[in-house]
T-cell receptor, first 113, second 113 residues
Framework: GDSVTQMEGPVTLSEEAFLTINCTYT??????LFWYVQYPGEGLQLLLK?????DKGSNKGFEATYRKETTSFHLEKGSVQVSDSAVYFC????????????FGSGTRLLVRP | KAGVTQTPRYLIKTRGQQVTLSCSPI?????VSWYQQTPGQGLQFLFE???????NKGNFPGRFSGRQFSNSRSEMNVSTLELGDSALYLC????????????FGPGTRLTVL
């Protein structure tokens, strides 16, 4: 079945460093791709999405490009802040007759001042 | 517009009991999905409801059930609780037809003793 693989964490960076969190997927169809973020004690917040090949999703300085040829959707940010410390989840939606997200295992990001 | 609300936020039960969790979607959203989040298994899809009908179900035992009411509010029930049911239960709502973006509530933290 469909699946999402994320890089293991935690990822520890200093403030203003460049961030990359790798995400690859396996899907039989043509999924939509998402990044969600979870802060301690909270639910999931949508960070960005992309629905077709070469689409770039962006929000709050984060970006990710839908790469169909490499089945990837890596998350990047040019300069992280302490407030970006959270767990990041990559997910796909199969876009069939129901709404079901398949999530990666999550990557914890720790940003030190 | 108010977000997805879930009640209660925290719940403590003992093995063998049953529990009912509630989710109110964003106004106008007619699809509601439920997910279980645990440290070991990550985020797993439980089921999705649209217009009071279950459209998709994840790989969970029959002790997990749900329903949706005519106002799109949803409940999930877990009977004969086991220690392994301790988890954060997240509800998400979606506007169907044209978008598959899911918006999550803060979750209900269930602890089974």
């Amino acid at each position: 079945g469909d699946s999402v693989t994320q890089m293991e964490g935690p990822v520890t960076l200093s403030e203003e460093a460049f961030l990359t969190i790798n995400c690859t997927y396996t899907a039989t169809g043509y999924p939509s791709l998402f990044w969600y973020v979870q802060y301690p004690g909270e639910g999931l917040q949508l960070l960005l999405k992309a629905t077709k090949a070469d689409d770039k999703g962006s929000n709050k300085g984060f970006e990710a490009t839908y790469r169909k040829e490499t089945t990837s959707f890596h998350l990047e940010k040019g300069s992280v802040q302490v407030s970006d410390s959270a767990v990041y989840f990559c997910a796909l939606s199969e876009r069939d007759s129901s709404y079901k997200l398949i999530f990666g295992s999550g990557t914890r990001l720790l940003v030190r001042p | 517009k108010a977000g997805v609300t879930q009640t209660p936020r925290y719940l403590i039960k003992t093995r063998g009991q049953q529990v009912t969790l509630s989710c109110s979607p964003i106004s106008g959203h007619r699809s509601v999905s439920w997910y279980q989040q645990t440290p070991g298994q990550g985020l797993q899809f439980l089921f999705e409801y649209f217009s009071e009908t279950q459209r998709n179900k994840g790989n969970f035992p029959g002790r997990f059930s749900g329903r949706q009411f005519s106002n799109s509010r949803s409940e999930m029930n877990v009977s004969t609780l086991e220690l392994g049911d301790s988890a954060l239960y997240l509800c998400a709502s979606t506007v169907p037809a044209g978008t598959d973006t899911q918006y999550f509530g803060p979750g209900t933290r269930l602890t089974v003793l």
